[in-house]
């Protein structure tokens, strides 16, 4: 069992490992990319339902007990987060072998995705709060080289705001780190929930606590630290920017429900009421921006905002039911929100632009990837039977079971705004007919439209289905992905199950 813990870690890393080491051998490189991605599905499937069937799984490396050692924890919020991670990991793999110039695969791309992916399922899986920092900058630097691997001007200025931010963050991360130190002589997260409620010092704790939500704030793009993330997703090529989209901001929340539900629970009324209000705040910047924007991807880049105040709702309404929503939300949102990126690079590849004036008549010339736009689309803005309705609505009850009707209201005008939004990409990339002509000012913007190859296409489109067919399995078996959702929610609702799986008697 132990050894399912590490896999997740391991498998990534050994890819990258193994694939520098065929750097003159591109197509080895991704022979190896695509072996390493089903491995680290299959590992994080075995993961979860070890964790289902078993419990919490820890491993302390070294031997050494904690809270002196290292620890690696998997509870169900965990171990479904690695999970998606490799659906996610495998689907943008296999969408890469065709969507990823042969300049940018000869410089690394392959071992920097599977460094990508380590960083991220260490960051899962981690019990300590140090080690938490170190997944993060292993996150931050394969991100950044990916971000401006081909050296394009778009990229470097997109690029230099990401690290920039990133880099803030990382700063008052390590700051944060070293006050709990200071306060409590320990970094394991299950021995700070415990020591923390002692302190006869609470008003450096919440400080403490503060400095964690501006640095996850902005790793995760709430309101207002969120500019970069517009500024830099829609820069590199289309699989860099879904992989992106679907998990960097998500671990930013994950670290965010983490700490404020094991560790910062001493003074409620005030992180988790701010929270709240943050929240709100964000959903409707987000969408407002995703509104106002007339490029493809940029209108995505807005709704990953706005989403991740659906995400961090559960957790500052703070009772099971809410964080159960959370989790279904955040789980719904990462295979939704990279397979929108995925079909966006399609109708670039079909169009030659993600200029949604430019664009048109992909319903009639590509009636396929019409269809798929709509499941993800539909389901990003909570229409039933679809995963995203039942997101949605378990919050919204959880919202009102809590008498918070402001953040309510809030949510269902978001998710009208978010419809009309994609009902805009609808209708400009899809309905309308495709436009003749010269470009004029924006011929930049627009590529020479490629025909595709049915290979290429059924490569393409691939990794597309899949993500849209789990998107309708959700929305069509929502009781039993509820059910998980809610026991890992209840897992968090109750820390000392964490707290006793982790130090057992100490």
């Known amino acids: 069992m132990e050894r399912l813990l590490v896999l997740p870690i391991l498998i990534p890393f050994l890819t990258a490992v193994t694939s520098l080491l065929a750097w003159r051998w591109r197509w080895l490189q991704r022979v190896l990319g695509l072996i390493g991605a089903v491995a680290l599905l299959l590992a994080s499937m075995g993961l979860l339902e070890s964790v289902r069937l078993y419990g919490i799984q820890v491993v ?45 695969e000869s410089f690394g791309y392959y071992p920097l995705l599977n460094l990508l992916l380590m960083g991220v399922c260490g960051a899962f899986l981690t019990g300590d709060i140090f080690n938490l920092y170190v997944w993060f900058e292993v996150m931050l630097i394969a991100s950044f080289v990916l971000l401006v691997l081909g050296g394009e001007r778009a990229q470097m200025e997109g690029g230099i705001k990401y690290v920039t931010l990133n880099l803030l963050s990382s700063a008052l991360f390590l700051a944060a780190v070293g006050i709990l130190y200071g306060l409590t002589g320990s970094l394991n997260m299950a021995d700070l ?35 970069w ?31 404020f539900t094991l560790m910062f629970v001493q003074d409620v009324g005030y992180t988790h009421s701010l929270i709240l209000v943050i929240s709100g705040i964000t959903m409707l910047v987000g969408v407002l921006g995703a509104v106002a924007q007339n490029e493809f991807r940029r209108i995505l880049s807005f709704h990953i905002i706005s989403q991740i105040g659906y995400m961090t709702m559960g957790l500052g309404l ?16 990462i295979i939704v929100k990279t397979n929108l990126f995925l079909v966006s690079g399609v109708a670039r590849r079909v169009c030659g632009t993600y200029e949604l004036k430019h664009l048109g008549g992909l319903y009639r010339s590509e009636p396929a990837l019409a269809v798929l736009f709509l499941i993800p689309a539909f389901s990003l803005a909570g229409v039933p039977p679809l995963s995203g309705f039942f997101a949605k609505l378990i919050l919204l009850k959880a919202g009102l079971e809590t008498k918070q009707y402001a953040i309510v209201a809030v949510a269902l005008v978001v998710g009208l705004l978010t419809l009309f939004s994609m009902a805009k990409i609808w209708n400009e990339a899809f309905w309308k007919a495709q436009p003749h002509g010269e470009p004029g000012a924006d011929k930049e913007l627009v590529h020479e439209p490629e025909n595709l190859s049915p290979l290429n296409k059924g490569l393409y489109f691939a990794p597309i289905l899949w993500l849209a067919a789990i998107t309708v399995a959700i929305g069509l078996r929502a009781e039993l992905f509820f059910d998980l959702a809610s026991q890992a929610g209840q897992q968090l609702a109750n820390p000392d199950i964490y707290i006793r799986a982790v130090l057992g008697g100490r």
């Open 60 to 104: 302390q490396m070294g031997s050494w007990p904690a809270p002196f050692g290292i620890t690696f924890v998997a509870d169900l919020f965990g171990a479904m987060m690695v999970l998606v991670a490799g659906i996610i990991g495998l689907a943008v793999t296999v969408y890469s072998l065709v969507s990823m110039d042969a300049q940018r």
């Open 229 to 259: 993330l517009p500024a830099s997703y829609h820069t590199p090529p289309v699989a860099v920017s879904a992989i992106f989209s679907g998990l960097l901001t998500k671990v930013g929340v994950y670290a965010m429900i983490r700490v």
């Open 193 to 227: 929930a415990r020591r923390l409620p002692g302190l006869p010092s609470q008003g450096l704790v919440t400080a403490s606590a503060m400095l964690f939500f501006v640095a996850f704030g902005i790793k995760s793009a709430v309101f207002p630290l969120f500019f």
């Open 318 to 333: 703070f009772t099971p039911l809410a964080l159960a929503g959370s989790i279904f939300y955040i789980v719904h949102h």
